[in-house]
């Protein structure tokens, strides 16, 4: 099965509370999620894409599960960083 978000949806899968990335500590007052980008709207501009670790807000957007994965559905906009 494929999914491909609409609009300026992105496709997020393994979403998991970031604490370390690349040697630094993430520090907030509310917990950030990193996801793996799988797919991308036909509208987005194209600043991610597939592939891309990137840092989300503690809202995930709605939950799709297909077979054992669990992916999210979140707006271009909501994104806060790609981590390289």
């Not at 997020?12 to 980008?37: D, M």
């Not at 501009?45 to 077979?67: A, C, N, Q, T, W």
Request: proline share 4%; hydrophobic share 45%; glycine share 10%.
């Amino acid at each position: 099965m494929k999914i491909t978000p609409l609009g300026k949806g992105i496709l997020v899968s393994a979403i998991k509370e970031a604490q370390k990335q690349n040697g630094l500590f993430i520090v907030s007052r509310e917990k950030q999620k990193v996801g793996t980008v799988m797919s991308v709207g036909a509208q987005s501009s194209g600043m991610v894409k597939r592939g891309d670790k990137v840092l989300l807000p503690m809202f995930d957007g709605p939950k799709v599960v297909v077979g054992k994965k669990v992916y999210h559905i979140v707006s271009e906009d909501e994104i806060l960083a790609v981590i390289l």
